[in-house]
């Protein structure tokens, strides 16, 4: 390889190689007849709409084409055909940004899987992937077509769709979710979405640059920490080479230009290794490959980050990787590695016997290499190569082929523990986004229990993260740390390889500033959740210490007595307003915290109840509504064959104009007139009572009576008092009081026109925020 071969290299990711070269896997089924073969891929080609058969179709359906044809059965490749015609089908018409037919998209979404040797169930649905969204496509007819598992695929990689969200987070956080959630019954959802995602960013010159930069940002805080969760590093390096491009461009076309600069020096030296390397273990006749690993662009520009160095002074831009048949092999070469090369303290890595929780394993080892110059060297055997490349997918391709790793879902625990929360009363989308990126998405450290376990914690934990990773209750008794056997602050950051010891006591608890220093949302949400409760409490404890003292300062005061301490939440309510507290139970909090003077309160409490006491004055004449039958037009109640005799409102029912009416004679008051479904009246002899009807009501207004009940807030009152005005009603009377805790009762009298302007200040008052019912008195 020349030196401008090598430098372009790191584009690519290809490798430099010496060795035998050894094919992982053999061919599992033999190759099928080319021509026959070619005349089935083309035959699909030829039931795509005419308009939508352009070359770049013809192109990306050739080399899915020649990647699975290898694999899978004709039987499969016949149903890949038929998906084809179906997806070509539903999204005819259709463009992309670049100006391609739609259809192209998801050949290529197909191809980068079939690069995976995934199932025809997975390239199915990965060519279907947007006819739920994007097309009139049903998921019956995908069941009916392709089966359950290609349909519940293609839905789980579906958005949404256009269901309301207070912000594009929240969207895109239950879109997260309901990914998970399927996820959690088959992983293939995720492989088909990071397919999805990689090939967008492909393309993704072809979008405005607001679009760019967002989905840039959103790649590499979601999808590129995905993949590397799922091992699937191929992919990984894509993702974040292709959004750091667009999310800085400046920084990365600075790093391309001087890694360019660096790298033939760079090629020397490592094809030097890889010559000495070479010949020492054909002498000692291990059967391997020996190759140059380039580091791809967004990796350098962390690196540079964490190490606060320029490129010029990163050494491992290229690294070597032997790949050998065994783990024995692994360490006889890093033995023969050390042998030739001084190895440097501290920095070898053993993720063979304790693999990362992304099931990565290999032997990771930096050494001083042939001119004096740090030189990494990673050793792996094939299966290992391989998952460090598909990561999860080439899990699953192994567990389709009967390869026996049953432990696949032990494996994939991390899914469900993201939708733990949801069980937890905590399931806000903005929560939920905030523990996928904390504790499933964010890069990891592993540190080790006394008794040498693996716990994996987000990067920058604490040994407040590590208490409440080992058990709740471990994180509540907390009261100290020894990291490598020596006593630490709460607020160290725990580094990889360290072993904690947690120190407890029956006195532990939680302290505040714990929030500023936990790092995972678990131990957050744990701490938050034991504050809230223990707010919860010291209220009740106020609340009743406020109530003891006003009923004792009542006492001395002699005020009437009340049959139950509920009677006095009505007058508490309204004077609690009057102080600047939102209802009676909040002033009882600050009774009880000395925030708010008991004999004041008691004092205008005691006033209260006796002015309620004391029986209240006759309203005057003209309220009580008494009028004298005349003719319509005359009268607002006509009373058939009678005139000028005196007519009463219930007072019972209250009716309005409108209400379906009945009079009832009395001895003394004349007639009195009721809604005709008052209780009042419904067991009275029929000779009592008298036909009556609604005459001329004019502008006059009636009183009625409604009854309300909402969650307690405060501004309620406020917000009934400005409904009823906004109705044009006027409220002549009110009686107020809180049930168990957060249930607001209320009885209304308003004054109205008629039934339909009762009616409209109903509809008022139920759109009043935490209303739960109004109904008549």
Same mark, same amino acid.
């Given at each position: 390889?020349?030196?401008?071969?090598?430098?372009?290299?790191?584009?690519?990711?290809?490798?430099?190689?010496?060795?035998?070269?050894?094919?992982?896997?053999?061919?599992?089924?033999?190759?099928?007849?080319?021509?026959?073969?070619?005349?089935?891929?083309?035959?699909?080609?030829?039931?795509?709409?005419?308009?939508?058969?352009?070359? +770049?179709?013809?192109?990306?359906?050739?080399?899915?084409?020649?990647?699975?044809?290898?694999?899978? =059965?004709?039987?499969?490749?016949?149903?890949?055909?038929?998906?084809? #015609?179906?997806?070509?089908?539903?999204?005819?018409?259709?463009?992309?940004?670049?100006?391609?037919?739609?259809?192209?998209?998801?050949?290529?979404?197909?191809?980068?899987?079939?690069?995976?040797?995934?199932?025809?169930?997975?390239?199915?649905?990965?060519?279907?992937?947007?006819?739920?969204?994007?097309?009139?496509?049903?998921?019956?007819?995908?069941?009916?077509?392709?089966?359950? @598992?290609?349909?519940?695929? #293609? /839905?789980?990689?579906?958005?949404?769709?256009?269901?309301?969200?207070?912000?594009?987070?929240?969207?895109?956080?239950?879109?997260?979710?309901?990914?998970? #959630?399927?996820?959690?019954?088959?992983?293939?959802?995720?492989?088909?979405?990071?397919? !999805?995602?990689?090939?967008?960013? &492909?393309?993704?010159?072809?979008?405005?640059?607001?679009?760019?930069?967002?989905?840039?940002?959103?790649?590499?805080?979601?999808?590129?920490?995905?993949?590397?969760?799922?091992?699937?590093?191929?992919?990984?390096?894509?993702?974040?080479?292709?959004?750091?491009?667009?999310?800085?461009?400046?920084?990365?076309?600075?790093?391309?230009?001087?890694?360019? $600069?660096?790298?033939?020096? *760079?090629?020397?030296?490592?094809?030097?290794?890889?010559?000495?390397?070479?010949? &020492?273990?054909?002498?000692?006749?291990?059967?391997?490959?020996?190759?140059?690993?380039?580091?791809?662009?967004?990796?350098?520009?962390? $690196?540079?980050? %964490?190490?606060?160095?320029?490129?010029?002074?990163?050494?491992?831009?290229?690294?070597?990787?032997?790949?050998?048949?065994?783990?024995?092999?692994?360490?006889?070469?890093?033995?023969?590695?050390?042998?030739?090369?001084?190895?440097?303290?501290?920095?070898?890595?053993?993720?063979?016997?304790?693999?990362?929780?992304?099931?990565?394993?290999?032997?990771?080892?930096?050494?001083?290499?042939?001119?004096?110059?740090?030189?990494?060297?990673?050793?792996?055997?094939?299966?290992?190569?391989?998952?460090?490349?598909?990561?999860?997918?080439?899990?699953?391709?192994?567990?389709?082929?009967?390869?026996?790793? @049953? @432990?696949? !879902?032990?494996?994939?625990?991390?899914?469900?523990?993201?939708?733990?929360?949801?069980?937890?009363?905590?399931?806000?989308? =903005?929560?939920?986004?905030?523990?996928?990126?904390?504790?499933?998405?964010?890069?990891?450290?592993?540190?080790?229990?006394?008794?040498?376990?693996?716990?994996?914690?987000?990067?920058?934990?604490?040994?407040?993260?590590?208490?409440?990773?080992?058990?709740?209750?471990?994180?509540?008794?907390?009261?100290?740390?020894?990291?490598?056997?020596?006593?630490?602050?709460?607020?160290?950051?725990?580094?990889?390889? /360290?072993?904690?010891?947690?120190?407890? +006591?029956?006195?532990?608890?939680?302290?505040?500033?714990?929030?500023?220093?936990?790092?995972?949302?678990?131990?957050?949400?744990?701490? *938050?959740?034991?504050?809230?409760?223990?707010?919860?409490?010291?209220?009740?404890?106020?609340?009743?210490?406020?109530?003891?003292?006003?009923?004792?300062?009542?006492?001395?005061?002699?005020?009437?007595?009340?049959?139950?301490?509920? /009677?006095?939440?009505?007058?508490?309510?309204?004077?609690? %307003?009057?102080?600047?507290?939102?209802?009676?139970?909040?002033?009882? +909090?600050?009774?009880?915290?000395?925030?708010?003077?008991?004999?004041?309160?008691?004092?205008?409490?005691?006033?209260?109840?006796?002015?309620?006491?004391?029986?209240?004055?006759?309203?005057?004449?003209?309220?009580?509504?008494?009028?004298?039958?005349?003719?319509?037009?005359?009268?607002?109640?006509?009373?058939?064959?009678?005139?000028?005799?005196?007519?009463?409102?219930?007072?019972?029912?209250?009716?309005?104009?409108? !209400?379906?009416?009945?009079?009832?004679?009395?001895?003394?008051?004349?007639?009195?007139?009721?809604?005709?479904?008052?209780?009042?009246? $419904?067991?009275? $002899?029929?000779? *009592?009572?008298?036909?009556?009807?609604?005459?001329?009501?004019?502008?006059? *207004?009636?009183?009625? %009576?409604?009854?309300?009940?909402?969650?307690?807030?405060?501004?309620?009152?406020?917000?009934?008092?400005?409904?009823?005005?906004?109705?044009?009603?006027?409220?002549?009377?009110?009686?107020?009081?809180?049930?168990?805790?957060?249930?607001?009762?209320?009885?209304?009298?308003?004054?109205?026109?008629?039934?339909?302007?009762?009616?409209?200040? #109903?509809?008022?008052?139920?759109?009043?925020?935490?209303?739960?019912?109004?109904?008549?008195?």
């Amino acid at each position: 390889m020349d030196p401008k071969e090598l430098s372009e290299s790191i584009l690519g990711e290809q490798e430099i190689e010496t060795g035998e070269k050894i094919s992982p896997r053999d061919d599992e089924h033999s190759e099928m007849d080319r021509k026959a073969s070619g005349k089935l891929r083309d035959s699909y080609i030829g039931r795509i709409p005419e308009e939508d058969r352009a070359i +770049s179709v013809k192109f990306a359906w050739h080399e899915l084409w020649s990647k699975v044809v290898h694999y899978l =059965s004709r039987e499969e490749l016949m149903t890949l055909g038929e998906a084809l #015609v179906l997806a070509g089908a539903a999204h005819k018409d259709q463009k992309r940004s670049t100006g391609d037919p739609y259809i192209v998209h998801s050949i290529n979404v197909a191809s980068i899987l079939a690069e995976m040797q995934l199932d025809v169930v997975t390239l199915a649905a990965a060519l279907l992937h947007d006819v739920l969204e994007d097309t009139d496509i049903t998921i019956e007819k995908l069941k009916g077509a392709f089966g359950a @598992d290609v349909a519940t695929l #293609v /839905d789980g990689v579906t958005k949404l769709g256009k269901l309301p969200f207070k912000s594009f987070e929240d969207y895109q956080a239950e879109n997260l979710r309901k990914m998970f #959630v399927v996820m959690a019954k088959d992983i293939r959802v995720v492989l088909i979405k990071l397919a !999805d995602r990689l090939h967008n960013m &492909r393309t993704l010159g072809a979008l405005r640059k607001d679009k760019q930069m967002r989905i840039a940002r959103e790649t590499l805080e979601i999808y590129a920490p995905l993949a590397h969760r799922l091992g699937i590093y191929q992919v990984k390096r894509g993702l974040e080479d292709l959004a750091f491009k667009y999310a800085d461009p400046e920084m990365y076309y600075e790093i391309r230009r001087r890694v360019r $600069k660096k790298l033939p020096e *760079r090629e020397t030296v490592v094809r030097k290794a890889m010559e000495v390397l070479s010949a &020492r273990l054909a002498e000692e006749g291990i059967h391997c490959r020996v190759k140059g690993r380039a580091k791809h662009f967004f990796s350098i520009y962390e $690196k540079m980050n %964490r190490k606060k160095l320029p490129v010029e002074q990163l050494y491992d831009l290229l690294a070597l990787r032997v790949v050998v048949d065994d783990i024995a092999a692994c360490y006889t070469v890093l033995g023969i590695v050390h042998t030739i090369w001084k190895p440097i303290p501290g920095q070898f890595d053993d993720y063979i016997a304790n693999p990362k929780s992304n099931m990565y394993q290999s032997l990771h080892t930096t050494v001083v290499g042939p001119t004096g110059e740090p030189l990494e060297v990673q050793i792996r055997t094939w299966d290992m190569n391989s998952l460090a490349e598909y990561g999860i997918a080439a899990h699953w391709r192994y567990k389709e082929g009967g390869g026996g790793l @049953d @432990d696949l !879902d032990a494996k994939l625990t991390w899914i469900r523990q993201a939708l733990e929360g949801d069980h937890d009363g905590t399931p806000e989308p =903005s929560e939920f986004l905030e523990r996928l990126k904390d504790d499933v998405l964010s890069s990891e450290v592993f540190v080790f229990t006394p008794q040498g376990e693996v716990v994996s914690l987000p990067r920058g934990s604490s040994p407040i993260d590590f208490a409440y990773a080992i058990h709740t209750q471990v994180g509540m008794r907390c009261v100290g740390a020894m990291v490598n056997n020596r006593i630490v602050a709460m607020g160290y950051e725990l580094q990889n390889g /360290d072993i904690v010891k947690i120190i407890t +006591s029956p006195q532990g608890t939680p302290s505040r500033d714990w929030l500023k220093i936990a790092r995972s949302s678990k131990a957050r949400s744990k701490i *938050r959740a034991h504050f809230r409760a223990l707010e919860k409490t010291e209220r009740i404890e106020k609340v009743q210490r406020g109530r003891d003292l006003l009923e004792r300062e009542l006492r001395r005061r002699g005020t009437p007595e009340f049959e139950s301490f509920e /009677d006095l939440l009505p007058l508490l309510n309204k004077i609690a %307003r009057d102080t600047g507290q939102s209802n009676g139970e909040d002033l009882l +909090s600050a009774i009880g915290a000395g925030h708010q003077s008991v004999s004041l309160i008691a004092q205008r409490l005691a006033g209260k109840a006796q002015s309620q006491a004391a029986p209240p004055p006759a309203p005057p004449e003209q309220e009580k509504h008494t009028s004298f039958a005349g003719k319509k037009g005359e009268s607002d109640i006509v009373v058939e064959g009678a005139e000028g005799v005196q007519v009463v409102l219930s007072n019972c029912c209250e009716p309005v104009p409108g !209400d379906p009416i009945v009079g009832f004679s009395t001895r003394s008051r004349g007639i009195t007139v009721h809604r005709a479904d008052c209780e009042n009246v $419904k067991n009275a $002899k029929e000779e *009592r009572f008298i036909s009556v009807s609604w005459g001329y009501t004019g502008n006059r *207004r009636y009183t009625a %009576r409604l009854k309300l009940e909402a969650i307690d807030r405060g501004g309620l009152f406020g917000d009934v008092a400005q409904a009823i005005i906004a109705g044009d009603g006027a409220m002549t009377g009110i009686k107020a009081g809180v049930v168990g805790g957060n249930l607001a009762r209320m009885k209304l009298e308003v004054r109205v026109r008629d039934l339909e302007h009762l009616y409209f200040i #109903v509809a008022k008052l139920n759109a009043v925020k935490g209303m739960i019912n109004v109904s008549r008195g």
